[in-house]
């Protein structure tokens, strides 16, 4: 794609962002916002993040986070005060900011085939590989070496590909590992829910990076602007390509100007 100052839907869309009365800014977490580390509780944001998001939230901006995170386990990580609205879980859970809490109750079935998930990787894997969350068990490989990726790989399709025929479930990779997951939770229908809830000239954007953004990416195709945020570029649906952080940290004050405030 061409640098981020000639793309002519990051333009128009600027241009519709300065005079539209209502905005809604869209963000993933991990690999957006924050650079991946194999420490994910150490996976705190750009230094440069917290700031631009508090003056886009003061600026009148709703100001979503989506993420395969735990919503409370977001909020804290990062670094943003007051906190904005958050939906964790891939939009299992919705953290609102006045603190209200709400998830969607999952079925027994599909509650049993997560535990059982677990409980056959309890002794297959390191524990700080598996991570245990509403709506999904995940299994993360990053920092590992290439052959003991593929070791780990091979232990939890062997582990999880019987449970698929068993319980309705979802088996999807993600960059840096593999979750099962509730069909039907994604991050494009927390998007589509959010576009529900708002008004039809609101201007919109969703910045994502993973694979796990494409559904969010889809849902918000025509309706607003959608950004891949990677150092490196990879076939995606979205709209432009920011690289993190100083093309990233270049939309932000861009959003904050449009509104009329100072970056």
């Not at 002519?8 to 993933?28: P, W």
């Not at 990062?78 to 709400?102: A, K, N």
């Given at each position: 794609m061409e640098a981020l100052e000639r793309?002519?839907?990051?333009?128009?869309?600027?241009?519709?962002?300065?005079?539209?009365?209502?905005?809604?800014?869209?963000?993933?977490?991990?690999g957006t916002l924050a650079p991946f580390r194999a420490d994910r509780e150490g996976a705190f944001p750009y230094p440069e993040i917290p700031e631009h998001l508090a003056r886009i939230m003061a600026c009148g901006t709703r100001l979503v986070l989506i993420s395969g995170r735990p919503a409370r386990e977001?909020?804290?990580?990062?670094?943003?005060?007051?906190?904005?609205?958050?939906?964790?879980?891939?939009?299992?859970?919705?953290?609102?900011?006045?603190?209200?809490?709400?998830a969607a109750t999952l079925?027994?079935?599909?509650?049993?085939?997560?535990?059982?998930?677990?409980?056959?990787?309890?002794?297959?894997?390191?524990?700080?590989?598996?991570?245990?969350?509403?709506?999904?068990?995940?299994?993360?490989?990053?920092?590992?070496?290439?052959?003991d990726v593929e070791m780990i790989r091979a232990k939890v399709l062997e582990q999880w590909m019987p449970l698929l025929s068993e319980y309705p479930l979802n088996l999807q990779e993600f960059d840096g590992g593999l979750e099962l997951r509730i069909p039907g939770i994604n991050k494009g229908r927390a998007v589509k829910t959010i576009l529900e809830e708002s008004d039809a000239g609101a201007a919109f954007a969703y910045l994502g990076d993973d694979l796990t953004d494409e559904d969010a990416f889809l849902v918000l195709k025509g309706k607003g602007l959608t950004a891949l945020v990677r150092p490196e570029y990879r076939s995606t649906n979205a709209d432009i390509w920011l690289r993190p952080p100083e093309q990233l940290v270049q939309f932000l004050d861009e959003w904050v100007r449009a509104c009329g405030g100072q970056a």
């Open positions: 793309q002519s839907a990051y333009q128009a869309f600027l241009e519709r962002l300065s005079f539209t009365a209502e905005r809604v800014l869209m963000l993933d977490y991990d977001l909020m804290l990580l990062s670094g943003v005060h007051p906190h904005p609205e958050i939906w964790g879980s891939h939009g299992l859970e919705r953290l609102s900011r006045d603190g209200t809490y709400q079925p027994h079935e599909q509650v049993t085939g997560l535990q059982t998930a677990a409980e056959r990787l309890k002794d297959a894997l390191p524990e700080n590989c598996i991570e245990k969350k509403p709506g999904g068990i995940a299994v993360h490989w990053r920092g590992f070496t290439p052959k």
